[in-house]
DNA sequence: GGATAGCGGATAGCGCCACTATCCGTATGG
DNA sequence: CCATACGGATAGTGGCGCTATCCGCTATCC
């Protein structure tokens, strides 16, 4: 197919899809002429997984050009295109430091208490200790009594993930499976929390429903 | 204290302090002359509340805008407060439509499944029915599978959340400890499960340990 | 009381980012 | 054969979170 038919299966314009190929986001058509190129269902799912890796996850164009690389590199061992994939997925603070060393020390203890194999130097955990010392800041300190129960959770939903790809790991590619699963999961799981949120809250404050939309 | 003194304490430069009063997020210090303001420590636990949802949460001004002055209203009933506040957390997605009514059905159904009381234009579920229509789009419907277990995990931290929030009900204002927990508490629960997953595809995929940092 | 630093307030500009518009010369296809 | 779409390149746009500059005033130190 050619540009134009991408553009109106996937909804994304024409001009997108070019920079999206000047980023290095999309891999270009494949040239049956000088100036006439070709595009096939490879690049209209690619194109999705951009667009869901934008729109549903939020990430920046740069992250995503660095984690498809990473995905097609075909030449990294598994668990290294995993780490490195993951790594993009959080905020992208700069490593200042200040006093977070403390929330660092929370943090290692937690995975040691959790026995989890990670390595505290893992960009997840900066971000942990990140959120720990803004908590910190704010005279949230206590929250830390809650780290063990939201611990237990992220593992059972972490175990349901790793099983889900086991499930499917004959069908496409297992690195982009991953991607999707880390990227989207997280936020079906931050909207689940949203709404239990509501729930509860309802329960305990509220009439009959806890909705409350806008009206300033 | 005067805006110099503010900024050292909290790190912000002084014209982004303006910057932020200009916008609504700060109330502007009182005037003990034409032009002379004096600024105090209500200004400085606001002001790191900014920085907090700014850059963990990562809200936009505008967002935090609208959520500070529902926290300020004092006249608004407690369940709306927190429903409006609790509103303008999610991404900011236009209300557009498609083929995303399909996920709504199905976010409706595990509404009444777990018997939560919230309606289901809740944003929320507008959010979730989002993320779940991308997965759809990127052949990831089964994923529908996990749902029961992601609501299960979220029903935990939710009412381990409120049960903080309640043993903290006299502490401070009850609303802005409803935002920080549920803002800062989604990047500690997000940070956690890219965690768990690190460990878990260590124990599948890797050696001893999940850690892969940048070295592109 | 005079110098110097900082202040409040306003306006304009910057840097980044995700596009978007335009142009040109070249195929495609009815 | 010729309108239409295309590939490729360059420049421009709009939004956002600041940041720089300027003005006249005030607090403070000696």
Same mark, same amino acid.
């Given at each position: 197919?050619?540009?134009?038919?991408?553009?109106?299966? *996937?909804?994304?314009?024409?001009? @997108?899809?070019?920079?999206?190929?000047?980023?290095?986001?999309?891999?270009?058509?494949?040239?049956?002429?000088?100036?006439?190129?070709?595009?096939?269902? @490879?690049?209209?799912?690619?194109?999705?997984?951009?667009?869901?890796?934008?729109?549903? /996850?939020?990430?920046?164009?740069?992250?995503?050009?660095?984690?498809?690389? =990473?995905?097609?590199?075909?030449?990294?061992?598994?668990?290294?295109?995993?780490?490195?994939? #993951?790594?993009?997925? /959080?905020?992208? +603070?700069?490593?200042?430091?200040?006093?977070?060393?403390?929330?660092?020390? *929370?943090?290692?203890?937690?995975?040691?208490?959790?026995?989890?194999?990670?390595?505290?130097?893992?960009? #997840?955990?900066?971000?942990?200790?990140? #959120?720990?010392?803004?908590?910190?800041?704010?005279? +949230?300190?206590?929250? @830390?009594?809650?780290?063990? *129960?939201? %611990?237990?959770? %992220?593992?059972? $939903?972490?175990?349901?993930?790793?099983?889900? $790809?086991?499930?499917?790991?004959?069908?496409?590619?297992?690195?982009?499976?991953? $991607?999707?699963?880390?990227?989207?999961?997280?936020?079906?799981?931050?909207?689940?929390?949203?709404?239990? +949120? $509501?729930?509860?809250?309802?329960?305990?404050?509220?009439?009959?429903? /806890?909705? =409350?939309?806008?009206? #300033?």
């Amino acid at each position: 197919m050619r540009i134009g038919e991408l553009s109106r299966r *996937t909804g994304v314009p024409v001009p @997108t899809i070019k920079y999206y190929v000047r980023e290095g986001l999309l891999p270009p058509g494949e040239l049956s002429s000088p100036n006439q190129a070709r595009y096939d269902e @490879t690049h209209e799912r690619r194109l999705r997984l951009i667009r869901a890796l934008l729109d549903v /996850g939020g990430l920046k164009v740069a992250a995503i050009a660095e984690v498809l690389q =990473a995905v097609d590199d075909p030449a990294r061992p598994v668990h290294k295109v995993l780490g490195a994939a #993951a790594d993009r997925l /959080g905020p992208q +603070h700069d490593t200042d430091d200040e006093e977070l060393s403390e929330a660092l020390v *929370t943090v290692r203890e937690l995975i040691e208490r959790r026995g989890w194999r990670v390595h505290a130097d893992n960009p #997840a955990a900066a971000d942990l200790a990140h #959120a720990l010392a803004a908590l910190d800041r704010l005279g +949230h300190g206590t929250f @830390t009594e809650l780290l063990d *129960t939201y %611990a237990e959770a %992220a593992e059972q $939903v972490a175990r349901a993930d790793l099983d889900y $790809v086991d499930r499917r790991v004959a069908v496409e590619d297992l690195v982009e499976n991953v $991607v999707i699963g880390t990227v989207l999961g997280e936020a079906v799981l931050s909207a689940l929390r949203r709404l239990a +949120h $509501v729930d509860r809250s309802a329960r305990r404050f509220g009439k009959r429903e /806890g909705n =409350a939309s806008a009206d #300033a």
